[in-house]
T-cell receptor, first 111, second 110 residues
Framework: RKEVEQDPGPFNVPEGATVAFNCTYS??????FFWYRQDCRKEPKLLMS???SGNEDGRFTAQLNRASQYISLLIRDSKLSDSATYLC????????????FGSGTRLQVQP | NAGVTQTPKFRVLKTGQSMTLLCAQD?????MYWYRQDPGMGLRLIHY???????AKGEVPDGYNVSRLKKQNFLLGLESAAPSQTSVYFC?????????FGQGTRLTVV
């Protein structure tokens, strides 16, 4: 099983829609999880951290399911500016003090 | 506050040439990382450092070397560039878990 797996998409949704992405991870000992946002040809930027069951920040909600080893990102009332690639990130389970990135899920919000 | 700064931002190399990518952070972070990003493959860890004077191999270290002589700087070297090293390189630093990235270096090896 890959350390982190994401559906690559693309997810094409209209403005105002609610969209959810899932991410599965292999390291059952992980305590912290992250969602990063990456715009085309730009660096990844931290969107949300998840340390317990979930986190909410405005229109964005991240939820953690430890039993099934997945985290999700829910975006409500999608804006055109939400169009980007969303990267699921977990600590490496190879003993390295580093983060392992999923390949990303691309979101395209359409007018 | 500059955060994480990478130089250069773009570079074209001929096969066999060498070069060094510089990463500098002004946040006093202990951990620093070099990743490469290729289409459809996400970010892959090349090398990382958990403190000044220490380095360790990541997922794809072959063909690269690194040095962390000063806490704020993390250098990535390519001794003999190959076309397979054409990629976007990102440096990141972290105080513990969350990582902050530089703007990236686009490297093309012809």
């Amino acid at each position: 099983r890959k350390e982190v797996e994401q559906d690559p998409g693309p997810f094409n949704v209209p403005e105002g829609a609610t969209v959810a992405f899932n991410c599965t991870y292999s390291n059952s000992a992980s305590q912290s999880f992250f969602w990063y946002r990456q715009d085309c040809r730009k660096e990844p930027k931290l969107l949300m951290s998840v340390y317990s069951s979930g986190n909410e920040d405005g229109r964005f909600t991240a939820q953690l399911n430890r039993a099934s080893q997945y985290i999700s990102l829910l975006i409500r009332d999608s804006k055109l500016s939400d169009s980007a690639t969303y990267l699921c990130v977990v600590p490496s389970d190879t003993g390295r003090r580093a983060l392992t990135f999923g390949s990303g899920t691309r979101l395209q919000v359409q007018p | 506050n500059a955060g994480v700064t990478q130089t250069p931002k773009f570079r074209v190399l001929k096969t066999g040439q060498s070069m060094t990518l510089l990463c500098a952070q002004d946040m006093n972070h202990e951990y620093m990382y070099w990743y490469r990003q290729d289409p459809g493959m996400g970010l892959r860890l090349i090398h990382y450092s958990v403190g000044e004077g220490t380095t360790a191999k990541g997922e794809v270290p072959d063909g690269y070397n690194v040095s962390r002589l000063k806490k704020q700087n993390f250098l990535l070297g390519l001794e003999s560039a190959a076309p397979s090293q054409t990629s976007v390189y990102f440096c990141a630093s972290s105080p513990s878990t969350e990582a902050f990235f530089g703007q990236g270096t686009r490297l093309t090896v012809v």
